[in-house]
């Protein structure tokens, strides 16, 4: 097809036409284009800074607000939550995670419960300690017996420190000794601290008088002696050089265990006379009732070591006429006590003088 001039001239006529429409159409449309737009890169046309005061809260307190969100718990660490779900096996616990917790039954408490519900309620907070790792489904196990567990030996250790007596009840015994617990721990009393004339089996729900002997948390021994807390009591009225009637209790190859009130003193061998004994056998018998003086009060060791030498009139006494020595034990005493003075006087230092 072959294009002439007048046909050029007639098309650029049509577009002019067209052209004019369009503007006419856009100007009644007037929408609202400002003559001059900012480009990019002009800084009139960014965003301006918000002040994050007009929103009611500061940067810090945002920082803060999102911290209480932050998942990175791990295992020792302490948490609070809060109680919304318990069950036969264990309770649900929130404490902000992506998933609820769980803590086992066997971790609501360092003591025996029969029930979470006697421990726990739902809507309680309270702290928990993170046992584990999250487990395939983002859980964490939580426990209260780990932070009583903790707690407990601080308690305990305290109590050593400051060489308290308590008391505890007996909840078993054993061939080697009694069971009873403090501060929820389980400890252990051995036969050879134990002082009542009771047979071991009938110390159950006994409470007993106790000292600690060892509070070991790493090796999980909590060791405590009756004996050392009744000696004590005793010793508080006891003193050296007085003599007290006392009942045999015992007899082993190196002495005699003398019952003093309630309290088991030992007369060695050595401090039963003045005269050479194969064994105390030949001058004692289990039940006899004697005269002996104290000669020393150990406290750290619960011992009271006793004598009858000492209230010899006469070497020898205590074998060839007991009796004698019984009668003059007071008058004895009196010059043992005499002596222990003297000697205290003897060792104080001498006094200095200023010219």
Known sequence: MTVTPSDLAASEQDLAVDQDIAAEAAADLDLGIPE???????????????DFDAVGFTLDEFASLLSKYDYNFKPGDVVKGTVFAIEPKGSMI???AKTAAFMP??????????????????????EFFILSEENEDGQLTLSIRRIEYQRAW??????????ATIYSEVFATNRGGALVRVEGLRGFIPGSHISTRKPKEELVADFLPLKFLEVDEE?????LSHRRALVERKMNRLEVGEVVIGTVRGIKPYGAFIDIGGVSGLLHISEISHEHIETPHTVLNVND????????????????SLSTKALEPEPGDMLTDPQKVFEKAEEMAARYKQMLLEQAEDNEPMGVTLD
């Not at 001059?36 to 918000?50: F, G, L, Y």
């Not at 090796?219 to 060791?223: A, C």
């Open 105 to 126: 039954m066997q971790e609501v408490s360092i003591n025996r419960v029969e029930g979470i519900a006697d421990v726990l309620e739902p809507g309680e907070e309270r």
């Open 154 to 163: 601080e308690r305990v250790r305290q109590l050593q420190k400051e060489d």
């Open 289 to 304: 009732q004697m005269k002996v003086m104290i000669i020393d009060l150990d406290a750290e060791r619960g011992r009271i």
């Open 36 to 50: 001059e737009v900012p480009s990019a890169d002009d800084s009139d046309s960014r965003a301006a800074v918000r």
């Open 94 to 96: 929130d404490i902000g």
């Open 219 to 223: 090796r999980n021994r909590l060791v």
